[in-house]
């Protein structure tokens, strides 16, 4: 195809020469945004669970009628974390607030609505960090650690991440 006007030949050369730049670079910024969907943020130590949720049973000591403390089975946790999708610290540098991945975000709304007004105590290391209160069901997969409220927690989960870690 010949132009007759060499301003219009120029235009087209640019336009043949600069759309398949520009369709690779929409490809690439797209291929881009797409891997960071549903990442996977593993600790430092991925060896270990990051944490472990049970469900809390009361305990009633012998000749009383009311329960006193509560305790969990530790064989049989509710969930299971061993990574998280996202991970950021609170503009306080010391609160945290963990996105789980989107099979334990099931997970956690299935639990939280199966004890929802209940307590879920989570476990690592072999210690309790927390009793969460499930006020409603969790659904979203959003977890947050406020400081000083859960300081245990917020300084584990920065900890096992060596992010925003105390100096």
């Known amino acids: 195809m010949r132009l007759v006007d060499p ?3 120029f235009l087209w ?10 369709a690779l670079a929409i490809c690439c910024c797209f291929s881009v ?8 943020i593993k600790p430092a130590d991925p060896k270990t669970p990051l ?9 009633k000591p012998a000749g009383r ?20 999708s996202d991970l950021r610290l609170a503009r306080d ?6 996105a789980l991945m989107p099979v334990d975000a099931q997970k956690f709304a299935a639990v939280t609505r199966k004890y929802n007004q209940g307590l879920l105590l989570l476990e690592t290391e072999n210690r309790v960090l927390d ?3 499930v006020a409603a069901p969790i659904t979203d ?8 409220d859960e300081a245990a927690v917020a300084e584990y989960l920065r900890r096992r991440f060596r992010v925003g870690e105390f100096k």
Not at 33 to 40: F, I, K, S, T, W
Not at 51 to 59: C, D, G, H, K, Q
Not at 141 to 148: A, C, E, Q, T, W
């Open 7 to 9: 301003w219009l030949n």
């Open 141 to 148: 997969g959003m977890i947050v650690f406020k400081y000083p």
């Open 13 to 22: 050369f640019i336009r043949m020469r600069t759309f398949p730049r520009l």
């Open 33 to 40: 945004l797409g891997a960071g969907v549903d990442a996977e």
């Open 65 to 84: 009628d009311a329960a006193t403390g509560v305790t969990f089975d530790d064989k049989h946790p509710l969930l299971v974390v061993r990574s998280v």
């Open 93 to 98: 540098g010391k609160g945290v607030l963990i």
């Open 131 to 133: 009793a969460m209160y």
């Open 51 to 59: 944490f472990r949720i049970f469900a809390s049973i009361p305990m």
